[in-house]
């Protein structure tokens, strides 16, 4: 077999490959989500320090997700990560309402990056299991996600710990990116 028909069959392979880019504050549950994603357990989950990077199927599409730690002194160094960004991943902690103000403002950072421009946005409300979860829809109303009109967008109130919710929201990543 010669390299012009493996390239063929690379090429014409089904899977397309999507470079995910998962992002929020520390303890928003960003690892969770990862290792949802790739069906691994998160019983113990320990704060990412630097970043993680699995690849899943799904759907048709390799998805090639990091994970970006959320700490403060961590986020200067999101944007290294931003160059090729297929669908962007911002996951909130809908029970930490006293950072709602920072979590917005990081998120109104990156949608103002140029290399982010009108690349689709999946918000994961996440611990929606948590007692005083603000609801998905009143987090897009506080947030002004509604203002957004430069990219596709969704948000989708999830549990990272239990799974609930976690494959709409790649269901829509996956719809969005076929479009």
């Known amino acids: 077999m010669g390299l012009l028909s493996i390239l063929r069959k690379l090429k014409s392979s089904p899977d397309r490959e999507l470079r995910i880019l998962l992002l929020g504050l520390d303890n928003a549950g960003k690892t969770t989500i990862l290792k949802q994603l790739a069906s691994e357990e998160t019983t113990h989950i320990t704060p990412t320090q630097g970043f993680n990077i699995k690849s899943v199927q799904s759907d048709g ?54 290399k982010l421009n009108e690349v689709p946005l999946l918000i994961f409300a996440n611990k929606q299991d948590l007692i005083g979860a603000a609801a998905a829809s009143n987090i897009a109303e506080g947030l002004g996600l509604h203002q957004i009109k430069d990219r596709a967008w969704q948000i989708q109130a999830c549990s990272a710990s239990s799974g609930e919710g976690v494959k709409d929201g790649m269901e829509w990543v996956c719809k969005t990116v076929k479009k």
């Open 61 to 114: 599409f390799k998805l090639n997700v990091w994970d970006i730690g959320g700490q403060r002194k961590i986020r200067p160094y999101w944007r290294n990560y931003f160059e090729n960004t297929d669908i962007l991943i911002y996951v909130i902690d809908s029970a930490d309402t006293k950072r709602f103000e920072e979590t917005g403002h990081e998120l109104q950072e990156l949608l103002c990056e140029d």
